[in-house]
T-cell receptor, first 112, second 112 residues
């Protein structure tokens, strides 16, 4: 039973344009959300997070938006760069959980 | 200076064998995790240890036994390996909750 869903398995975007990755969750107890980036043959690396008390968090080229009523979050990457080509995982946790629930990932390809 | 390291990186073995994967973190974190990434690329929590105590065991077969000799190490021992155990296993660590977890590079286990 996947509680975190990334319905787009892949995304192709031109260099310099915006990448928008989407994530939906079903567990209303989730109150902390994260995005991880993963290159082949490496472990996931933390990218950006957001608490449920906020609706937006920005870090350089990366912005995460949270819509609690829709149980939806998105990651915006502006401008997209070739080094952003990777798999992006959405993850979520509840306050008293000691675990993250991950989505299936979205593979982003940035075209030159 | 690798923050979270795993050995070996690749492991090929036959059905019925017993094998171990080692994990070490030098971040001073108090919580460590094992995840399994299956063929569908889902990252699923298996175990979590906080200060050497098991706090999460996600209905993993008892052929899998984690061992934490100290806060910096969490090893995974697998008995009687089966074909379905083939996957990439990731170790991770975090401080003060499950949030920003730091992942190791993964161990690709192939059971033939």
């Amino acid at each position: 039973d996947q509680q975190v869903k990334q319905n787009s398995p892949s995304l192709s975007v031109q260099e310099g344009r915006i990448s928008i990755l989407n994530c939906d969750y079903t567990n209303s107890m989730f109150d902390y959300f994260l995005w991880y980036k993963k290159y082949p043959a490496e472990g996931p690396t933390f990218l950006i997070s957001i608490s449920s008390i906020k609706d937006k968090n920005e870090d350089g080229r990366f912005t995460v938006f949270l819509n609690k009523s829709a149980k939806h979050l998105s990651l915006h990457i502006v401008p997209s760069q070739p080094g952003d080509s990777a798999v992006y995982f959405c993850a979520a946790s509840g306050t008293y959980d000691y675990k993250l629930s991950f989505g299936a990932g979205t593979t982003v390809t940035v075209r030159a | 200076d690798t923050a979270v390291s795993q050995t070996p990186k690749y492991l090929v073995t036959q059905m019925g064998n017993d094998k171990s994967i080692k994990c070490e973190q030098n971040l001073g974190h108090d919580t460590m995790y094992w995840y399994k990434q299956d063929s569908k690329k889902f990252l699923k929590i298996m175990f979590s240890y906080n200060n050497k105590e098991l706090i999460i065991n996600e209905t993993v077969p008892n052929r899998f036994s984690p061992k934490s000799p100290d806060k910096a190490h969490l090893n995974l021992h697998i008995n009687s390996l089966e074909l379905g155990d083939s996957a990439v296993y990731f170790c991770a660590s975090s401080q003060d909750g499950p949030y920003e977890q730091y992942f190791g590079p993964g161990t690709r286990l192939t059971v033939t």
